[in-house]
């Protein structure tokens, strides 16, 4: 979904570096919420990306990219998760963050868009869900186990979803070829 504010002026917030992290306060409670009761949770963890932090030529502002937890795909719920975002935002306002009315252009993505347009299982952004010790270790593997000389690298891969690993995945792969 897609909401321009061509009324807005450009906004920086300088209190907003590259990565920040605002965790939920029950982190226990959120993952139940996600995969018990299956529902977006009451007290988000909200990861941001200011690009425009690191080079602020990207855009004539802040160019952010907030990220929550949501859970499985159930079906096309626009409405459900256009009212979520008022929940983010609210959040984002107790850390001195007014987003909202500084928003120029606004796109939400939803679990069922990244199934429909990525073909990830359910909307899984990042593959199977690592909330539990043993999860991390349970991630496909980045050589096919059916397909000679087929390899995966990637977020759905190991060793999983992030900047940082999905790096760590692509080296993997690279040193495999390069050994095979």
């Given at each position: 979904m897609i909401y321009p504010?061509?009324?807005?002026?450009?906004e920086r917030f300088f209190q907003l570096i590259h990565?920040?992290?605002?965790?939920?306060?029950?982190?226990k409670q959120e993952f139940y919420e996600l995969f018990q009761q299956k529902t977006l949770p009451t007290d988000p963890t909200v990861y941001i990306c200011n690009s425009?932090?690191?080079d602020n030529t990207v855009a004539p502002g802040d160019n952010l990219f907030i990220l929550v937890n949501a859970p499985a795909v159930k079906e096309k719920n626009q409405e459900e998760m256009k009212?979520?975002?008022?929940?983010?935002?609210?959040k984002l306002s107790h850390f001195g963050l007014d987003i909202k009315s500084s928003l120029v252009h606004e796109r939400i993505?939803?679990?069922?868009?990244?199934?429909?347009?990525?073909?990830?299982?359910?909307?899984?952004?990042y593959g199977v869900s690592s909330n539990r010790k043993m999860d991390s270790f349970l991630r496909p593997s980045n050589v096919s186990k059916d397909v000679k000389n087929l390899y995966f690298a990637g977020r759905t891969s190991h060793p999983g979803g992030g900047s940082p690993m999905v790096t760590i995945s692509g080296i993997n792969?690279?040193?495999?070829?390069s050994s095979s």
């Open positions: 504010n061509k009324n807005r002026i450009f990565h920040q992290v605002y965790f939920s306060q029950n982190y425009s932090y690191t009212a979520y975002r008022e929940v983010v935002y609210r993505v939803t679990p069922y868009e990244i199934e429909q347009t990525f073909g990830a299982f359910k909307g899984a952004f792969v690279a040193m495999l070829i």
